[in-house]
């Protein structure tokens, strides 16, 4: 649970974007929602009792969470730059 937090004040640091609003940032948008659904997935988790199915679940959850952090939200960022520098050419 520490690291959970850990990550979102990581944030600022993480991101490789030039542009720090969602709205012009396409890609990041959809990836939102993504990330939006896993909540929810990882809310209902948090309320089933620890069984098979639930605790599998909960697992690959947690590894879409840490991975929209730290590989996700930079690589959106890197290409999203890479491709504002190419149409600006």
């Not at 542009?19 to 948008?29: E, G, H, N, T």
């Not at 679940?57 to 991975?67: E, K, N, P, R």
């Amino acid at each position: 649970m520490f690291g959970a937090i850990v990550v979102l004040f990581l944030i600022p640091f993480i991101n490789q974007s030039e542009v720090r609003s969602s709205a012009f940032r396409p890609l990041y948008r959809k990836a939102f929602w993504f990330l939006v659904a896993d909540f929810i997935i990882l809310g209902w988790i948090g309320q089933k009792v620890v069984e098979t199915p639930y605790i599998e679940i909960g697992q690959v959850a947690t590894v879409i969470y840490f991975l929209f952090f730290l590989v996700v939200l930079p690589g959106l960022g890197i290409l999203e730059s890479a491709m504002m520098k190419t149409s600006t050419k």
